[in-house]
């Protein structure tokens, strides 16, 4: 990814759980919050309720993909963290991806900078 870093420590997982703001989908939800860097940070999870194993590694492989086809698109210098509801493993990869281009990016700018949609 270009210009993402990913996010490892809970700690901070954590810490864009409580300051950040969150986008709610019927897939994901997502905590945004700025970082004032010169690159993202990304941080992708499915809890058990997302399913097995395998379920949950399909939900963060269909989101990591979403994010990878609109990285470009993406404003620089906020943190993300991307959460996989249950759907989000039943669903095509194209599905998800097509949301973040059309709604999710503008939702983020808003969330985040304060842009009207």
Same mark, same amino acid.
């Given at each position: 990814?270009?210009?993402?870093?990913?996010?490892?420590? %809970?700690?901070?997982?954590?810490?864009?759980? =409580? @300051?950040?703001?969150?986008? $709610?989908? /019927? *897939?994901?939800?997502?905590?945004?919050?700025?970082?004032?860097?010169?690159? %993202?940070?990304?941080?992708?999870?499915?809890? =058990? @309720?997302?399913?097995?194993? $395998?379920? /949950? *590694?399909?939900?963060?492989?269909?989101?990591?993909?979403?994010?990878?086809? %609109?990285?470009?698109?993406?404003?620089?210098?906020?943190?993300?963290?991307?959460?996989?509801?249950?759907?989000?493993?039943?669903?095509?990869?194209?599905?998800?991806?097509?949301?973040?281009?059309?709604?999710?990016?503008?939702?983020?700018?808003?969330?985040?900078?304060?842009?009207?949609?």
């Amino acid at each position: 990814m270009l210009y993402t870093k990913t996010i490892n420590k %809970n700690k901070t997982f954590l810490f864009i759980y =409580k @300051k950040g703001k969150c986008i $709610v989908n /019927r *897939n994901v939800v997502i905590y945004v919050r700025k970082n004032n860097k010169p690159y %993202n940070n990304l941080g992708i999870t499915a809890g =058990k @309720k997302v399913g097995n194993a $395998v379920a /949950r *590694n399909r939900a963060k492989r269909i989101i990591r993909q979403a994010y990878r086809e %609109n990285e470009i698109n993406m404003p620089v210098g906020i943190d993300i963290v991307i959460v996989a509801r249950s759907s989000a493993a039943k669903i095509k990869s194209n599905i998800l991806s097509d949301y973040l281009r059309k709604k999710g990016i503008k939702e983020i700018k808003s969330a985040v900078f304060g842009e009207e949609i």
